[in-house]
């Protein structure tokens, strides 16, 4: 055994150190049980609603062996001797505890049970709050525990009662986040499922009100064409925001899919532009957009953020007024802006603008009111790219919005699928095949036409990149090693039925799997490169 002044020397340092918390415990039980003489330890921890202590850490005779029916573990504030020093915060010593009245043992005699003669109860306490308490006994009467009466002792037990009270926030904090994660997750699921299903019958109203106003049915009078005129708006909004609650909840899983490509930004907004002219109109339409180099995006997903801005543009600027879509070439981003020259944001307005349902206040006379889901989707598309957003406005002179998407990268674009399909294949208890196809030593290879033929053969969540190597990198969600070799296989076999496209061995392939061989891109590409030569 270890000598008192050293060992406390030694657990206090840990207890400052806070290392793994049981391993932690149970050498402060250990620690407790050596500087005092007892026999046995227990550190009993109040529960959060302060009003039951149960026995956390333990060490000493008998305490090793699975907790019998007839063995107490938890007792009510104010219940036996820890409860009462739980309630008055006084450590209460006893060396005839068969005379205690307030004594509950915590365990029925049986055969070779030994009676506690001696038992020490000291309060643990942190800012004033009763945090737990340490129980020391001994099966002697002849020891008093004088350890605990030292100024040291107090230190000791000051420290812990810290370690336990942090802990014991820090696991509330746990729980909390565990029940709300999995109330989001509850709620997410079952918006995705209704909006899906409520789409369908929306989908319907709209078209057939639209084929009765149309005259399919034949003419309908003013009054009907009037009705249903409202029918056809109202059930096009309701499938707006079914369609908008089901990307918000696919976002919020991280299941939202994203085909992502080099992507020409000007051109997008010239063809947006293009299909918003009969909607803007009589307000001017101003398009400056310069050559820029390429965006690495969905070419849906961002059409989606633009109109989503120029429709927020259209919908609160005078039909006196001007709207300008805009590109800025900046180093590393391409920078877009939808201006307009309506009413402005009021600044209380701005910093809640991209958050759920919100929606400013309008004067009731104003156009139809949007969902408050718009904004939100839209910042988080654009941070899906790894852009940002941010809006500028001034009450009276007019909002822009202004965005920022990373020029298209080899390299970088590589590097964001990997992380991407990683993560979703760590969520979903599957894998990532990364095989790369490289040019054997002096042949010439059409990756270009290689490239189509292999994204012709692999689903929409898989991904074909050329590396800035001058090689292909394929990255195949899978959900196990054996279905990697079959697509491995298969994607051979395919090359090889299109030898016009490189000569004969002109073209090498490597392997690795994520995470079983690798869990970073370098590693992967690294061991898939070896593989190939």
């Known amino acids: 055994m270890s ?63 699975p907790a019998a029916p007839q063995r107490r573990m938890t ?27 307030r004594f509950v043992p915590h365990q029925q005699p049986t055969p070779g049970f030994r009676p506690v003669k001696g038992l020490c109860c000291l309060p643990l306490v942190a800012d004033g709050r009763t945090v737990g308490v340490a129980n020391l006994s001994t ?47 509850t709620m997410s699921e079952t918006i995705a499922q209704v909006s899906h299903e409520v789409r369908t019958p929306l989908t319907l109203v709209t078209e057939s009100a639209q084929q009765l106003l149309d005259g399919l049915a034949g003419p309908l009078a003013p009054p009907q064409k009037q009705l249903v005129t409202i029918v056809r708006s109202q059930a096009r909004r309701m499938l707006t925001f079914a369609n908008e609650l089901l990307d918000l909840s696919k976002i919020e899983a991280g299941r939202l899919a994203m085909a992502r490509a080099p992507l020409d ?51 609160y600027t005078p039909p006196t007024g001007k709207i300008t879509l805009a590109i800025r070439p900046q180093a590393r981003h391409v920078e877009f802006r939808v201006m307009d020259t309506g009413r402005g944001i009021p600044k209380r307005d701005q910093r809640h603008l991209f958050e759920k349902f919100y929606q400013v206040k309008v004067p009731v006379q104003t156009v139809v009111r949007g969902t408050g889901l718009g904004l939100t989707i839209v910042k988080e598309i654009v941070q899906l790219h790894g852009g940002t957003i941010r809006v500028s406005s001034t009450p009276g002179h007019g909002t822009t919005f202004i965005v920022h998407l990373p020029i298209y990268d080899a390299a970088l674009a590589l590097a964001e699928e990997f992380r991407v399909m990683r993560d979703r294949a760590s969520r979903d208890g599957a894998s990532v095949g990364c095989q790369v196809f490289r040019a054997a030593p002096g042949a010439t290879v ?85 593989r190939a030569r």
């Open 3 to 65: 000598s008192p002044r050293r060992s406390l020397t030694y657990w206090l340092a840990r207890l400052e150190a806070q290392l793994d918390l049981d391993r932690l415990m149970q050498g402060c039980c250990q620690a407790l049980m050596e500087l005092s003489g007892a026999d046995r330890c227990s550190i009993m921890v109040l529960d959060h609603n302060g009003e039951e202590l149960a026995v956390r850490w333990a060490q000493g005779i008998r305490v090793a062996l």
């Open 75 to 101: 007792f009510r504030i104010g219940e036996g001797l820890c409860g009462w020093v739980a309630r008055a915060q006084k450590p209460l010593c006893s060396f005839n505890v068969e005379q205690e009245t």
């Open 139 to 185: 099966f002697s009467s002849k020891r008093r525990f004088c350890w605990t009466r030292r100024p040291e002792a107090q230190r000791f037990l000051d420290q812990l009662s810290q370690v336990i009270a942090q802990a014991t926030v820090l696991r509330e904090a746990e729980l909390v986040s565990s029940r709300w994660s999995r109330l989001a997750k």
């Open 265 to 315: 930004l000007a051109e997008l907004l010239r063809e947006v532009a293009g299909h918003y002219e009969p909607l803007v109109a009589p307000r001017r339409l101003l398009i400056q957009c310069p050559t820029a180099p390429p965006v690495y995006g969905d070419r849906a997903r961002l059409t989606q953020v633009v109109e989503n801005l120029l429709t927020n543009a259209v919908k």
């Open 446 to 530: 059409e990756w270009p036409k290689v490239i189509e033929v292999l994204r012709q053969q692999v689903a929409r969540e898989d991904r074909i990149l050329l590396h800035e190597r001058g090689e292909v990198v394929a990255l195949l969600s899978v959900s196990d090693p054996e279905g990697f070799r079959a697509m491995r296989r298969r994607l051979e076999g395919v090359l090889a039925a299109h030898s016009e496209l490189f000569p004969a061995g002109g073209v090498r392939w490597g392997w690795a799997l994520v995470p079983q061989e690798a869990t970073e891109l370098a590693a992967a590409l690294k061991l898939a490169e070896r």
